[in-house]
């Protein structure tokens, strides 16, 4: 991983990881049980993660990550750094508890009625080990409504975890949404 303001992105390999990745791992069939143990450990962490968000516990979800944390969603799924052209979100703890705030306050215009959302996701797989994080990817499908308007996205989400594993800390969400290419309604929650 590169450094804390310059996330790389995800490997163009189809299995998700780079070449400093066993194969057994990349491939996840051959995973040990050892392996497989804190796949399940860290999937279990990821489902707990987007539930925070779906119950719109955002403080809870924000403690989640750490000091030098940050939520990113590319303008593309090509994007290898949000530094160089603009993303849709690339946001830091501080942002993440502003953005949190606003839509927590009475009188934010874009939260009457008040925005929910859900997420439904496919098995996070464990697909590499870098710089110290496990790297995870989650396939999703996520739906935003506000009163009779509703938002349905698609895409992959790529946990960067760290720390011990009974108790793992976000060092980088990214967000690749399927449609980030194309012309996208306000996205109001975090998808």
């Known amino acids: 991983m590169s450094t804390a303001t310059e996330p790389s992105a995800p490997s163009s390999d189809p299995a998700g990881a780079d070449a400093s990745v066993s ?37 809870e979800w924000i403690a989640l990550f750490t000091d030098d944390g940050h939520y990113w969603v590319p303008s593309g799924t090509d994007q290898r750094s949000p530094g160089g052209e603009a993303s849709l979100a690339y946001e830091d703890k501080l942002l993440l508890r502003l953005r949190a705030q606003r839509l927590a306050h009475p009188h934010a215009h874009s939260q009457h009625p008040a925005s929910r959302a859900i997420h439904v996701l496919q098995p996070s797989r464990l697909v590499g080990v870098e710089a110290e994080a496990w790297i995870l990817r989650t396939p999703f499908v996520y739906a935003e409504a506000r009163g009779e ?43």
């Open 23 to 59: 194969p057994e791992l990349a491939t996840g069939w051959a995973m040990s049980r050892e392996g497989r143990e804190i796949e399940i450990e860290l999937a279990a962490f990821v489902a707990w993660e987007t539930r925070l968000i779906d119950e719109a516990r955002y403080d």
């Open 149 to 191: 308007q509703e938002l349905s996205l698609a895409g992959v989400a790529w946990h960067h975890l760290v720390g011990p594993l009974a108790s793992p800390r976000i060092r980088l969400k990214r967000v690749d949404l399927l449609s980030a290419g194309a012309a996208l309604p306000m996205i109001q929650l975090f998808p």
